[in-house]
């Protein structure tokens, strides 16, 4: 048997209200997910499935309420800066030019001259736009926005992202 994979979708940012609501932060390019979530996960507690009795927009962007059946503030509280997974099996299909932000972490940053300018360690949401956290072979960390200014093609399957000329912007950084 195929053991299952389990992909971080959000961050509990904190409590929201006395009701047991939480306020938690999406991990993922795509809201829509959203409209198809049943169940939850935490880490090391896969057989402990989360049952989501609500999930509604909240305050800010990507940020949702989510209540959780049979939870009250006490327990609420104590996934505050905890990670919710769900089931890879459960995420919907993205179009090509869709991505997950797992799909894009530990991807190769490379220039159309051949340049190797590190590898993505995070993808943050900005809004409009997702940054890249980058680090180089020297530990040091910078931020491409993730637009087509500055990224010419993402190939998850080649573990690849493509960009122009970056040279300054990364100097601007470190």
Do not use: C
């Amino acid at each position: 048997m195929q053991e299952k994979k389990y992909l971080p979708l959000f961050k509990v940012l904190s409590t929201h209200g006395l009701k047991g609501d939480l306020k938690v932060a999406l991990l993922s390019f795509n809201t829509e997910i959203i409209n198809t979530l049943k169940i939850l996960y935490l880490k090391d507690k896969w057989d402990e499935p989360l049952e989501i009795a609500q999930i509604k927009k909240g305050p800010g962007f990507n940020v949702f309420i989510l209540k959780l059946k049979d939870f009250d503030y006490e327990r609420a509280g104590e996934l505050v800066n905890k990670t919710l997974y769900i089931d890879f099996e459960a995420l919907p299909r993205l179009s090509e030019e869709e991505f997950y932000y797992y799909e894009l972490e530990g991807l190769t940053v490379k220039d159309e001259k051949g340049k190797v300018w590190g590898k993505v360690v995070e993808v943050m949401p900005m809004g409009e736009y997702e940054l890249l956290l980058v680090r180089d072979e020297k530990k040091r960390e910078f931020y491409i926005p993730l637009v087509e200014e500055y990224v010419e093609k993402v190939e998850p399957e080649e573990g690849l992202i493509l960009v122009r000329d970056i040279e300054a912007l990364v100097e601007s950084q470190l």
